[in-house]
């Protein structure tokens, strides 16, 4: 199993562009998250997911879509950046009845 | 806003020290979870305790449990320069899909 994976690992946007964090697992997990972490910050949740065509908030949901057609896909759409999303941005996933969490390596955004 | 806050924010050891890091959390909790970050990588899970659970093992890792006080600690026995890392508690509450995260604390074992 590949587990969970990320695309792009790096990238950088101008002010106002959009572009979407693609994240895929191959694990049949139920749950998917994402997570932005900045330094001193922690981890704070965006969006997640609790099943295929089910998303809900998180704790800095704005300035974010979500979708989740597929249980294996979740991408994170930034409509318009802004220098504030400048940050590291991970996905996880989890099965339903478990706990532990499975990140992937995480995408570096830069906007400028 | 986070659930659960570690202490210290940086911890800085020689290695085969023991370092002990604490986690402190608001509200009533199902489980606690331990994860580590390396430079630049994702999360990676540790161990678990729940609950009704007061003390866990895992190899050199001791996670202790104290609901009433609301705090939890990770212990790592005869640490060395690989477990230079990120140290993240998340705690897990009945209402809660998803687990909430700590700000972490920075370890750095010195050879």
């Known amino acids: 199993n590949a587990g969970v994976t990320q695309t792009p690992k790096f990238q950088v946007l101008k002010t106002g562009q959009s572009m979407t964090l693609q994240c895929a697992q191959d694990?049949?997990?139920?749950?998917m998250s994402w997570y932005r972490q900045d330094p001193g910050m922690g981890l704070r949740l965006i969006h997640y997911?609790?099943?295929?065509?089910?998303?809900d908030q998180g704790e800095v949901p704005n300035g974010y879509n979500v979708s989740r057609s597929t249980t294996e896909d979740f991408p994170l759409r930034l409509l318009s950046a802004a220098p504030s999303q400048t940050s590291v941005y991970f996905c996880?996933?989890?099965?339903?009845?478990?706990?532990?969490?499975?990140f992937g390596p995480g995408t570096r955004l830069l906007v400028l | 806003s986070q659930q659960g806050e570690e202490d210290p924010q940086a911890l800085s050891i020689q290695e085969g020290e023991n370092a002990t890091m604490n986690c402190s959390y608001k509200?009533?909790?199902?489980?606690l979870q331990w994860y580590r970050q390396n430079s630049g990588r994702g999360l990676v899970h540790l161990i678990l305790?729940?609950?009704?659970?007061r003390e866990k093992h895992s190899g050199r890792l001791r996670v202790t449990l104290d609901t009433s006080k609301k705090s939890s600690s990770l212990l790592i026995t005869a640490s060395r320069a690989a477990d230079t890392a990120s140290y993240f508690c998340?705690?897990?509450?009945?209402?809660?899909?998803?687990?909430?995260f700590g700000r972490g604390t920075s370890l750095i074992v010195h050879p």
């Open positions: 997911s609790v099943g295929a065509g089910i998303t």
């Open positions: 509200t009533s909790i199902n489980n």
């Open positions: 305790i729940r609950s009704n659970e």
């Open positions: 694990m049949n997990h139920e749950y």
């Open positions: 996880a996933s989890k099965p339903g009845g478990g706990e532990t969490q499975y």
């Open positions: 998340a705690t897990g509450s009945g209402g809660s899909y998803i687990p909430t």
